[in-house]
């Protein structure tokens, strides 16, 4: 059975973040809240927080859509390269 690594944010997560009460736009409870950052639209400013799962969710799949986007990166430059070989040969 695979471990589930997001359900179990590690304690230094929590330190990255000042943490208080507030409302979790993500599963929309009002617990402990960390300040994600802010989003504007039509000129009104509102600011986004998330609980700590939510919030380390939040991250693993940034983390997880970045490396795929730098394996996708990654297979384009060997595929160009591959083809410029294979054209001078």
Known sequence: MRL???RN????FRLR???T?????????????AELGTLTVEG???TLAACHLC????????HQAR??????QLAGAWTGATRRAA???
């Open 55 to 62: 919030a380390w969710r939040l991250e693993r799949q940034h």
């Open 44 to 46: 009104e400013t509102v």
């Open 4 to 6: 589930r690594r997001d």
């Open 21 to 33: 009460t507030g409302f979790c736009f993500k599963c929309e409870e009002v617990t402990q809240v």
């Open 67 to 72: 490396q795929a986007h730098l394996r996708a």
């Open 87 to 89: 054209a001078c040969m």
């Open 9 to 12: 944010p590690p304690a230094e």
């Open 17 to 19: 973040f000042a943490w």
